[in-house]
C-alpha cells in the first residue's frame, strides 16, 4: 500500500500480506488520531503499529469482519449481525448494536460521516449512529427503505449532514441513488447498471457514476464530465471527503477533485455573457448588469430580467448598478448609436422604465453614492463639461458644474472626500474640486503616470488610490507612486471584510494582502482572465464579474500551506570567492492545489529583511563578502497560504587566493627577508604586487 498525503507517499505493509487477494474483501483503511491504521481484512479487525499488521480481534465462527473505522480512542466495528465497538486500550468488545434490533439488517457497509457521526448501510435501509466526545456511540437513528421498495444499500458515500448510497428497487428493479438527509429517502438518481456511486462534491453538485460515465447533477440539469488522463480508465472506487473533496480510482491510477478557487455559481454555470457590475439592496438580494439582462440572486435562486430591446449595459462603467430605498435597481445602459441612459427596473413588476432629468438633459453617468443614493452626471449636447448631481429616487440634488476648465473628457469615477472634496475621474484626467474651485492633482509633475482616470478609492489603511490604462497608483496628499503595473484597464477596486484588497481588470483578479500580490487568472478558475467587477455582499461572499460570466471565490477550497524544498544537489555549499551565487528552489502544494509553476516565494540573505513574494525558481545573488552565509526562502500559494517552516541553505564564500591565509603566510614569509637584501628588490617587489 501507499500513503499519499499530499506532498509525497510513504509505502505502507499490505493488510493481506502475502496472501491471495480476495477483492470483495478488500476494505478501506482508515487512520485514528493517533496516526495508527485500522482496516478490516480477511475477516478480521487488524491495526497497523509500529510497522506492521496486527490481529486485534476476530468475530465467532460463521460470521464476517465488514468494517471498522475508529471513532475517538474506539474502534467502530461493523459485522454482519452485530455492529461492536472495540477498546485497543483495554482490548475490549462490546456489541452497539445486534442485527434483531434493527429494522435494517442484515448489515452491510459502514463508513465515517461527520466529526460526531457513523453511517450504516444495510439491506433494508441506513442508519446513523452518533459519537461522544470521548468517542462512545451515543445514538441511534435509522430509516427503512420498504415504503419505496428499496432494498441492498450499499456504496454509501457522506456529505455535510447527509448520506449517499446505491439502492435496487422491487418497482422497477433498477438501481437508484437515494439521498438521506432527514427522515425520508429522497430518489436522485436511476440506472439499470449496478456500478452506480453517487456523492456530494465541494462545488455544491451532486456528482454520479455510473458505469464507465460520471456526471453532475445540479440545477435539475445534468452535466456531463470530462474523462481525461486517469479518469478515462474503468473507474473502481469513489471516496468523498464529508462532501468536500472526492477521490476516484480507476484501472490508470487515482484522481482528487476539489472546487478550483474561483467558480460559478449553482445555476449559474451556463451563463456565457459579460457581467460588467454588481452590487447588493437592502434585502440582501445581489444584482448584475449582464450585457443584455439584469440577473437577480436572491437565496439560491437566479431571475434573468431581460432589457427591453436596443439597450445593453454598460461595459467600462462597473460602479453604475444602484439599489434606490424604494427598491428600484438603476442601471446604466448603452442604447442605438452608443447613447447613454439610465433604466429603471422594479423588482415586483419586472418593468423597466427610462429615467428622465426634469432639464432635459443627457444622463451619461451612474455611480454607487456610499452615504446613499446615487451620483448621476449629465451633460448637455455640444457643452463643454458637465454637471454632477445626487438622485435619491425622488428628486436631484446639483453638487457641482464645470465647463471648459474640466480637461477630463468623459466622467468615469467620483469619490468624496474629506472636508467637502470631491475626486473626480475622467477618460483623459482627473480633477479635485474644493471649496467650488476645480484642481488637477492628476499630472506627470506629481508622479501620475497615467492618462485617464477609470477608477477612484481608498485602501484599507485610507490611502487614496486611482487606476488608469496599465497602472494602480497612491496618492499620499503630495504625490503618486505606482502600486502595480501591467494590469492591463483596471475596472473595479474593493476591499474586503478581512482586510484585503482587490483588483478587477483585462489581467485577471489581483489581491493586496498583508503586503503580497496575489494574481487570479485562467489556473485558479477564472472562465476569462477579462474581470470587470468585483464585489462582496453582506453574507461575505465575493463575487466578479468576467467576459464570460459571473463567479465566486471559495478560499476554502485549499487551506494547506505548500512546502518548500531546497535540492542539495542544485545548490553549492562553497560558491565563487568572487561572491556570485545562483540559488534554485520549487515548492508543493497539498494536492497541487496550486500549480507548481504558480507558486510564489519570498527569501532573504542571513538574518536579512524578508522580500515580497514573487514567482521564480531561483535567484542571482552578487558580491557576496567573505565567509558563512544562510540563505532562507518560503513558498506561497495562490490562496496566500505560506510555508510556516520555510528552507535554509548554509554556505560559505571563500576568500580569494591572494587573500588566504595559507597565501598571505607564505607572502610574508619571502618577502620579509628579501626586503633586507639590495639583490633581491626585484622579488620583493614581485612579491608585495602579487
Not at 499490505?14 to 496472501?19: A, F, K, V, Y
Request: hydrophobic fraction near 35%; charge should be neutral.
Amino acid at each position: 500500500m501507499t500513503l499519499f498525503d499530499g506532498y509525497g507517499v510513504t509505502l505502507v505493509p499490505e493488510p493481506r500480506g502475502g496472501q491471495q487477494p480476495v477483492w470483495a474483501d478488500t476494505k478501506r483503511v482508515y487512520a485514528d488520531a493517533a496516526g495508527n491504521l485500522w482496516t478490516a481484512s480477511l475477516d478480521a479487525l487488524r491495526e497497523y503499529r509500529d510497522g506492521k499488521w496486527t490481529v486485534l480481534y476476530a468475530p465467532p465462527p460463521g460470521h464476517r469482519v465488514l468494517a471498522a473505522v475508529p471513532a475517538g480512542r474506539r474502534v467502530l466495528v461493523l459485522l454482519d449481525n452485530a455492529l461492536g465497538e472495540f477498546n485497543p486500550d483495554r482490548q475490549e468488545w462490546r456489541e452497539v448494536r445486534k442485527a434483531e434490533q434493527s429494522r435494517i439488517a442484515p448489515f452491510l457497509d459502514l463508513c465515517p460521516g461527520g466529526a460526531e457521526e457513523v453511517y450504516v448501510t444495510g439491506e433494508h435501509g441506513v442508519a446513523k449512529l452518533r459519537i461522544s466526545s470521548d468517542g462512545a456511540p451515543s445514538g441511534w437513528l435509522e430509516v427503512n427503505g420498504g415504503t419505496q421498495s428499496l432494498t441492498h444499500f450499499v456504496f454509501p458515500q457522506p456529505g455535510a449532514a447527509e448520506l449517499f448510497a446505491q439502492a435496487v428497487s422491487a418497482r422497477d428493479h433498477l438501481h437508484h441513488i437515494v439521498r438521506w438527509a432527514g427522515n425520508e429517502l429522497q430518489n436522485v438518481y436511476l440506472s439499470a447498471g449496478d456500478d452506480l456511486r453517487g456523492w456530494r462534491a465541494g462545488d455544491g453538485a451532486t456528482w454520479i457514476s455510473d458505469g464507465p460515465s460520471i456526471v453532475r447533477l445540479l440545477g435539475g440539469r445534468k452535466y456531463p464530465v470530462e474523462k481525461a488522463g486517469v479518469l478515462s480508465g474503468n473507474i473502481y472506487d469513489v471516496f468523498s471527503e464529508a462532501g468536500q473533496a472526492f477521490w476516484v480510482a480507476t484501472s490508470e491510477g487515482i484522481a482528487r477533485y476539489t472546487p478550483p478557487l474561483w467558480e460559478r455559481p449553482a445555476g449559474a454555470e451556463t451563463f456565457d455573457l459579460p457581467v460588467h457590475a454588481i452590487t447588493e439592496d437592502g434585502r440582501g438580494t445581489v444584482w448584475m448588469s449582464a450585457t443584455d439582462s439584469l440577473l437577480e440572486y436572491r437565496g439560491e435562486n437566479w431571475i434573468r430580467h431581460k432589457l427591453p430591446d436596443g439597450f445593453r449595459t454598460h461595459t467600462v462603467e462597473t460602479n453604475s448598478l444602484v439599489p434606490l430605498p424604494d427598491g428600484r435597481i438603476l442601471v446604466k445602459v448603452l442604447g442605438a448609436n452608443a447613447t447613454d441612459a439610465i433604466l429603471a427596473m422594479d423588482p415586483g413588476s419586472g418593468r423597466f422604465t427610462r429615467l428622465s432629468h426634469p432639464e432635459g438633459r443627457s444622463l451619461t453617468m451612474l455611480q454607487v453614492r456610499e452615504r446613499g443614493g446615487a451620483w448621476v452626471g449629465s451633460e448637455v449636447r455640444g457643452v463643454p463639461g458637465f454637471r454632477l448631481e445626487i438622485y435619491d429616487g425622488t428628486r436631484y440634488r446639483k453638487v457641482l458644474e464645470l465647463g471648459a476648465e474640466w480637461r477630463g473628457a468623459n466622467l468615469r469615477c467620483v469619490l468624496e472626500g474629506a472636508k467637502a472634496e470631491i475626486w473626480l475621474g475622467g477618460s483623459s484626467g482627473g480633477g479635485l474640486y474644493r471649496d467650488g474651485r476645480l484642481s488637477d492633482p492628476f499630472q506627470p509633475a506629481y508622479g501620475y503616470t497615467e492618462a485617464g482616470v477609470f477608477i477612484l478609492g481608498r485602501l484599507p489603511g485610507g490611502g487614496l488610490v486611482a487606476g488608469g490604462r496599465d497602472r494602480l497608483l497612491r496618492y499620499d496628499g503630495n504625490s503618486w507612486t505606482t502600486m502595480r503595473e501591467g494590469l492591463d484597464r483596471v475596472r473595479q477596486i474593493a476591499t474586503a471584510r478581512d482586510g484585503s484588497f482587490w483588483v478587477a481588470s483585462a489581467s485577471g483578479l489581483h489581491r493586496l494582502d498583508n503586503g503580497n500580490w496575489l494574481s487570479y487568472q485562467l489556473e485558479e478558475g477564472l472562465p476569462s482572465v477579462i474581470a470587470y467587477s468585483v464585489f462582496q455582499d453582506s453574507r461575505g461572499c465575493l463575487w466578479a464579474g468576467t467576459t464570460r460570466g459571473v463567479i465566486v471565490f471559495r478560499p476554502d477550497a485549499d487551506i494547506d500551506p505548500p512546502r518548500t524544498i531546497l535540492d542539495p544537489g542544485s545548490n553549492l555549499r562553497e560558491v565563487s570567492p568572487t561572491g556570485e551565487a545562483r540559488i534554485s528552489f520549487r515548492g508543493i502544494d497539498r494536492w497541487n492545489q496550486t500549480d507548481p509553476a504558480r507558486l510564489l516565494f519570498s527569501y532573504r540573505l542571513d538574518d536579512g529583511p524578508w522580500s515580497s513574494f514573487r514567482d521564480g525558481s531561483g535567484i542571482s545573488l552578487h558580491r557576496l563578502t567573505a565567509g558563512a552565509h544562510r540563505f532562507s526562502v518560503r513558498s506561497m500559494d495562490r490562496n496566500g497560504n505560506v510555508d510556516p517552516a520555510g528552507q535554509v541553505l548554509s554556505f560559505a564564500v571563500p576568500s580569494p587566493w591572494y587573500r588566504q591565509a595559507g597565501f598571505l603566510a607564505l607572502g610574508g614569509a619571502g618577502c620579509w627577508p628579501f626586503s633586507r637584501s639590495p639583490g633581491s628588490w626585484r622579488h620583493s617587489t614581485g612579491a608585495a604586487a602579487a
